[in-house]
């Protein structure tokens, strides 16, 4: 029985359905960041050797079992045509890049001579302009004076194809003194086949033997998202924006904590001029070159139009292998960190008088931000100091802010067991749940009465990161990589989820928001499995998930007031629903069955119904997912009721199909 009476109503959380991202399985480098060339400015790569699993991804090991840090490589450059390549710290492009790429090109070179970049596991290439530029400076004395162009090309990486070609005049001789910045639009004259090409950047060895070039910043973006500079993949953006989030969550997750304090994410380092920002050695198995810095996540919900969740660097960093407590800031040392916060939060939205607001300005961004969420710290159930730490933050953060709702990573200690965070009204909590499908199925009234029964009044739920991780089996979640964890989100994964967000939805006085985790994974590489959307370089191999489909059609469908249900026959199991109505009056009922056969249903409302439009999202098969070749095996498809059959009067019978999530459309 669904009552559509108005007095019976509530509003729904209207941000519910959002976003959380961290640059984790190259979401961002090499991802979402739509810089094509990888390793550009030698910062760092990927860990290749000697790896050893740490908790929150890979370190490197020495023979003595100690930490080596990551170093600069050429990961993903290759000579052409002879060109020695080696990396030199003598001669830094910045304060912030010391290592650049050093390119000898033998006195005997002949024909073409220079570098190429073999992209993240290739680059798309397309008929539209690409904002291609580098730094480059020739070494004083070996100098010939001689090199009058330098081209640049994209070219396919299996044959000669060449995509693209574009000379630069060098018109008086480079300095060499100082790096000379080359910018150009280079413009395919046919698309390539595939993404498996690469960007060359050439000289003429008539002109350039004997010459040694520095090279560094090396940059190439396609058409962005919104057209933003430095700005987004557009492929990748699009299907976020098609889910019509309401939020974005960032920068972290374990990849804010950092693997130490001085590794943590720190936002001064990620604002302004490329050149200037040093990147670090994140969490999660790769250098970050921060391009997607603060400001580009603050413009990312811009352009989305929605609203941005920050998490806040809370004086505790992730490594649990051997430093603790040493990964935790001092007590009398924190007054720095806190700090730092709320020059972030100047940084964001103070106006171009404050200090911070002007250098934003300076940056190109004059209009300040308006932050309504902050997240101190991320997961610190891990810390055993956050009972202190966030009353620190919290305190000084509302002084200056005191209209943002600030959020909890934890409340209760898990040692020792009687230092509990307080957490006082009208903050919120975030909640992290990696499960089985049978973990969430159980949850459907988890949030009933919750602030009574927990005792936190006045405290809402943020459920920051959640996802079905494995199969039902005895002891519960599998973390390890073995057979219980899922690859790829699957069918009864989606069903879970959706039954989660069913508890959530209905119960929108204690959750208000909610976020998917992980949001991507680069196929070729990544730390984490199942994510939500699965990418490669071609944009034409993406595949959205079954989660994916799931949390779009509960985004879409979120009626601005819940409707009051009543289950007249029996208990929820297999079928579980909900019901909400839009501002123009249409009425979403969601109905999720976890059984494998049709489960006939009787909707009773209290007004006629007349026309009954559907969503569904199913798949006879439990394990099904969809992957790369196949991915779109199970997405959602509409369908019509035929009212003549369906609908008597204020009555609808329906079969929810077996392993499906559907939502009825009622006008
Ligand atoms: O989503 C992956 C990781 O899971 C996040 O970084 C962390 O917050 C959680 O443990």
Redesign the pocket.
Known sequence: KISTASGTRNKTAPLLHGL?F?D?NHSGDGGLYAELIRNRAFQGSDVTLGQKKGF?GDRIIDSENKEVPWGPTLTAWKSIGGALLSLDTLNPLSDALGTVLRVDIPTDATGEVGILNEGWWGMDVQVQPYDASFFIKPSQPLYNKKVTKINLSLRSALNNDTFATQSIAIDKPLSTYNYTQFSTVITPNKAAPNSNNTFAITFDAAEAKGNTFFISLVSLFPPTYKGRKNGLRKDLAEHLAAMKPKFLRFP????MEGLSIDTRWQWKKTIGPLINRPGRPA?WSYYNSDGLGFLEYLEWCEDMEIEPLLTIYAGYSLDLTNKQPANTVPKDELQFYIDEAIEQLEYAMGDVNTPWGAIRAAHGHPKPFNIKYVEIG??DWFSDSYYWRFPAFLDALKKVHPNITYIASQATESSPANRNTTIPPGAMWDL?H?ETPQFFKDRFNFFDNWQEISGYKGVQIFVG?YSVLSRDRVGGVDWSNSEGRFKYPTMVAAIGEAIFALAMERNPGVVTLSSY??LFQNFNGYQ?TPDFIGFTADPNATVLSTSYYQQQMFSLYHGAETLPVQNTVGDFNPVWWHASISTDNRIWIKLINAADKAAPVTLQLDKKISRVNGTILGHEDEYGFNYIGNATAISPKKFTLDAKKAVKGQSLQYSVPGTSIVVLEIV
């Open positions: 959380f961290e984790i929150s972290g997750g374990n990849n969490d991320n997961e992290h990696y990161e985790a992980p984490w």
